[in-house]
């Protein structure tokens, strides 16, 4: 399965890894660009689900 990648100002690698990074971290969510995140996280479903993969 493909990892998704997420490029942010201060972050850049696996969704999950940032995720487990907010919790460990107790990172302030209002910190993260989260609505950038989910527009990218949505076109990258969309592409996997035109290519059927």
Do not use: S
């Amino acid at each position: 399965m493909a990892t998704y990648k997420v490029k942010v100002p201060n972050f850049e690698g696996p969704l999950d890894l940032l995720l487990f990074f907010i919790k460990r971290d107790e990172l302030d969510i209002y910190d993260i660009p989260i609505a950038h995140i989910t527009k990218e996280f949505l076109e990258y479903i969309h592409l996997m689900k035109m290519l059927d993969l």
